[in-house]
């Protein structure tokens, strides 16, 4: 089945350094979407990525979407302690009938703790 | 977005018994998943709730464990039935095709429900 790979598992940085995390899918995707959980919290959606190179950018949160849709990043500028949180890729594929109501496979998710 | 809430938040249940949690959004939604997160571990899903029919579950997921029902657009229940620690978890149910919405993929999560099984 498709699986969706994540790195790393653990990032601790000083507040005002810069946050990357990586997500690689072991088939092709119709979407890549982000998801951010605070502690306690639920995930709650970022963004979408749809076409083969897609760049999104978010203020300081810079998304890219790999040209062979197999792969995804995620830049976070200048950290600050309210990026405090897990986020999750989560890739889907287009169901037979081509409708874009896929069904998401999450990846393990990158734990981001900022020291002030 | 849709705003969707989840009964109950907690639970602590003893071995072999059965929890009902509820599920209820604001809107109607096209589509309405299941999902099971170990604290601090990824999100894994178990089902989707199919209105009108039986859900379509994930592999190593089973009806008779986990009983889905979807009666209309907004609600749904997820049954953890003859329950061991092992099922000790936190289920979410997350939502996706709001209206109103151009794009329809994203999905939309419930508070989640902690579930403590002794």
């Known amino acids: 089945g498709q699986q969706v790979m994540q790195i790393p598992q653990y990032q601790h940085v000083q507040e005002g350094e810069d946050f990357t995390t990586y997500c690689n899918s072991s088939?092709?995707?119709?979407?890549i979407q982000w998801y951010k959980q605070r502690p306690g919290g639920h995930p709650v959606f970022l963004i979408q990525?749809?076409?083969?190179?897609e760049v999104k950018k978010q203020k300081r949160l810079t998304f890219q979407f790999g040209e062979a849709k197999k792969n995804s990043s995620l830049h976070i500028t200048a950290t600050q302690t309210t990026d405090v949180g897990t986020y999750f890729c989560a890739g889907s594929r287009s169901n037979a009938g081509g409708t874009s109501y896929g069904k998401l496979t999450f990846g393990q998710g990158t734990i981001l703790t900022v020291h002030p | 977005s849709a705003v969707i809430s989840q009964k109950p938040s907690r639970d602590i249940c003893q071995r072999g018994t059965s929890l009902t949690i509820q599920c209820q959004v604001d809107s109607q939604v096209t589509m309405m998943f299941w999902y099971r997160q170990q604290p601090g571990q990824s999100l894994t899903l178990i089902a989707t709730a199919n209105q009108g029919s039986e859900a379509t579950y994930e592999s190593g997921f089973v009806i008779d464990k986990f009983p889905i029902s979807r009666p209309n657009l907004t609600f749904s229940t997820l049954t953890v039935s003859n329950m061991s620690p092992e099922d000790s978890s936190i289920y979410l149910c997350?939502?996706?095709?709001?209206?109103?919405?151009?794009?329809?993929?994203?999905?939309?999560f419930g508070p989640g429900t902690r579930l403590t099984v002794l």
């Open positions: 997350s939502v996706a095709g709001t209206s109103g919405r151009g794009s329809y993929n994203e999905q939309f």
């Open positions: 990525l749809v076409k083969s190179g």
């Open positions: 088939t092709t995707l119709s979407n």
